[in-house]
T-cell receptor
Framework: SQTIHQWPATLVQPVGSPLSLECTVE??????LYWYRQAAGRGLQLLFY??????ISSEVPQNLSASRPQDRQFILSSKKLLLSDSGFYLC????????????FGSGTQLSVL | AQSVTQLGSHVSVSEGALVLLRCNYS??????LFWYVQYPNQGLQLLLK??????LVKGINGFEAEFKKSETSFHLTKPSAHMSDAAEYFC??????????FGKGTSLLVTP
C-alpha cells in the first residue's frame, strides 16, 4: 500500500510570510495527488489535485498554489499567508482510478498569526 | 453537485453500546460513498466504501454501513463500541471527476 510522508507536522507563521509544505509518496508510481484543507467544523475541502508531473488543477480560488516537480512529490505554497489560511492541511494520494480509496498523510497544522 | 450531510457533530455512547453515525447524501446519479476515520493528529483512514455491488458494506474494525437509496442515507454502525473507536468520522461522496466531497465530520466519544 501507499505511504504518504508530509512535513512539517506543525507550523506557526506570521501573516504575509511565505509557505511551503511538502508531501512525498512511497509504494506506488504515477499516483493522483491531492491537497485538502480541514478547518474546524467545516470538514475537508479539496484545494488541488494532480494527475501527473506538472499537471495541477485547482478546485477553489485562493491564496495558495501547488506544484508537482516529480512523480511522487507534491508541494503546497503561498507567497504571502493570510489569517484565513490557518488550518489542517492533508496530502493524499490514490491510484490512477480516482474512485479508489485515498491514502492520507498525517497532516500539517498551520497557524497563521 | 453531490454533497453529504452528517447529522450530529458530536455523538457520545457507552462502551459496549451500539454506535450509529448518520450520513445523508445528495446526488443525481448513483454515487460512490465512503466512511473515513481520523484519530487525533493523524490523517484519515478508509473504513469502508460503497460502489453499488452490495447495499450492506462491511468495513474494518467491525463497522458496517447500509446504502438506502429511498432514504438517500449511508449510516455507519457498529454493534458494540470500544474505547479505541473514539475518533472523528467523515462521510464522503463522489460521482465523476476527482473531487471527493466530505461531510463536516462527527466526533465519537466513548465513555466507560
Amino acid at each position: 500500500s501507499q505511504t504518504i510522508h508530509q512535513w512539517p507536522a506543525t507550523l506557526v507563521q506570521p501573516v504575509g510570510s511565505p509557505l511551503s509544505l511538502e508531501c512525498t509518496v512511497e509504494g506506488t508510481s504515477n499516483p493522483n495527488l491531492y491537497w485538502y484543507r480541514q478547518a474546524a467544523g467545516r470538514g475537508l475541502q479539496l484545494l488541488f489535485y494532480s494527475v501527473g508531473i506538472g499537471q495541477i488543477s485547482s478546485e477553489v480560488p485562493q491564496n495558495l498554489s501547488a506544484s508537482r516537480p516529480q512523480d511522487r512529490q507534491f508541494i503546497l505554497s503561498s507567497k504571502k499567508l493570510l489569517l484565513s489560511d490557518s488550518g489542517f492541511y492533508l496530502c493524499a494520494s490514490s491510484g490512477v482510478d480516482p474512485n479508489e480509496k485515498l491514502f492520507f498523510g498525517s497532516g500539517t497544522q498551520l497557524s497563521v498569526l | 453537485a453531490q454533497s453529504v450531510t452528517q447529522l450530529g457533530s458530536h455523538v457520545s455512547v457507552s462502551e459496549g453500546a451500539l454506535v450509529l453515525l448518520r450520513c445523508n447524501y445528495s446526488s443525481s446519479v448513483p454515487p460512490y460513498l465512503f466512511w473515513y476515520v481520523q484519530y487525533p493528529n493523524q490523517g484519515l483512514q478508509l473504513l469502508l466504501k460503497y460502489t453499488s455491488a452490495a447495499t450492506l458494506v462491511k468495513g474494518i474494525n467491525g463497522f458496517e454501513a447500509e446504502f438506502k437509496k429511498s432514504e438517500t442515507s449511508f449510516h455507519l454502525t457498529k454493534p458494540s463500541a470500544h474505547m479505541s473507536d473514539a475518533a472523528e468520522y467523515f462521510c464522503a461522496v463522489k460521482n465523476s471527476g476527482y473531487a471527493l466531497n466530505f461531510g463536516k465530520g462527527t466526533s465519537l466519544l466513548v465513555t466507560p
